[in-house]
DNA sequence: TGTACATCAGTGAACGCGCGTTCACTGATGTAC
DNA sequence: TGTACATCAGTGAACGCGCGTTCACTGATGTAC
């Protein structure tokens, strides 16, 4: 029986080497920003104070893990870049539904951002303001998504005359108009099921428009 | 020979009846704000002393024009709505170019979209972000938007089969597209042609896709 | 037209408050021997 | 294993600053007679 090299924590709260704690409190950190995003406020608006103040920690402490509120921002934007290809492995791993293809990955897709509410908010909110930085951040993380989108679009044989080129444009689109109705989605008062149907049914109008003229377009 | 009944002014800095100055104030205000913003800022970050210090006056003059920012935040938005309908109008009196129609209209929109600037950058900054009642109130100045270009593109004749409401919810992705298009206009690097040039044919591309497909639409 | 009074856009000082950043510090965790 | 020292995440106080809002005011413009 091998012997125990660290007395094992009872609360778990508090366990963790060093770097375990610190990379904690980060998390903490990114977290306590999304809880006050959240909150319909725009990035650029949040104090320093304020979301160490959410996190549980001292203003100082901060400097601990980011040099500014930017370098946050940007923690977020890859926390929504992870999450983007998370939806597309789910995908992957689940397939499209068999029937009323469209329609069934959109309403996958907005549960999906009605459980991650928080980074599509922040996603959604700060691709066309915010900080320049941050702006051309979730523009590289949307083309990320794009490629991804089309190299799956590819390998699963779906429109396989279009050339690389037409795909990753499709794709583009495709993208923006998720990320628009994202910010739809968010903004949906609750209960009103006949608001959400209208949504989900001009969402779902509008992916069908850019599939139809997909197939329908020839390279030039 | 009538007699003058006010003495005339010589500056026409100050000229103006009562009215007519609080209203070149408040106009001054509007202006201020769109400059702060052009700063690459969101508007929930602008203070109002930084707003009343960039028009010229006392931070407590502001509360003459407008109970608080968020209602400054309304006005920024319905000249925006009028930003747009004028673009519509002078599409309306030049009609469209007539050789590859859509690339020339895409490059008037960029011209257009650069010259206004400022209106568009907080359009496009708060259209996902911001707070909540200016988002709504730029969603309805853009549904009213596309209803108007759905109106001009029936009268135009321009896809006569279909329905009133296919034609809405093209011109609803239409407008989105354009308004996504805008921001990354606003933020194309200077002298960049090279990736001027690829965004633009990317725009004329996604639009010529979006038209294929409603080309091909059926009203089900 | 001239006069006496009302209106009100803009002033300037004041208030209490939360902000970002700095600093020397504490004390648990980690490491070398 | 035990001890002595190093590291460093988080502390708490302090700073100067810009903030939003209030208030009594000023003086040009407007109005009634």
Tied chains: 1, 2.
Excluded at 114 to 136: C, T
Excluded at 158 to 168: K, V, W
Aim: proline share 3%; charged share 30%.
């Amino acid at each position: 029986m091998p012997v125990t090299k660290r007395a094992p924590r009872v609360e778990g709260e508090a366990a963790g080497t060093r770097g375990e704690r610190k990379e904690r409190t980060r998390l903490h950190l990114i977290e306590a920003a999304l809880v006050l995003l959240g909150q319909g406020r725009g990035f650029t608006s949040l104090s320093l104070r304020e979301i160490t103040r959410e996190a549980g920690i001292v203003p100082a402490a901060f400097y601990r893990h980011f040099r500014d509120l930017d370098e946050l921002g940007l923690a977020l934007v890859e926390m929504g870049g992870v999450t983007l290809r998370r939806l597309l492995r789910e995908a992957r791993r689940d397939g499209v539904p068999p029937t009323d293809m469209l329609r069934g990955s959109v309403l996958i897709y907005k549960r999906f951002v009605e459980e991650r509410s928080l980074v599509f908010r922040f996603i959604a909110g700060e691709r066309g303001g915010g900080s320049r930085v941050i702006r051309e951040a979730i523009r590289t993380e949307e083309s990320h998504f794009a490629s991804e989108m089309a190299q799956d679009l590819r390998a699963l044989g779906t429109l396989p005359d279009l050339s690389s080129a037409s795909l990753q444009m499709i794709c583009g689109l495709v993208v923006t108009t998720m990320l628009n109705a994202a910010s739809d989605i968010l903004d949906l008062p609750q209960g009103r099921s006949r608001q959400e149907t209208e949504l989900v049914e001009n969402f779902v109008r509008q992916l069908r428009l850019i599939f139809l003229g997909a197939r329908h377009w020839r390279d030039d």
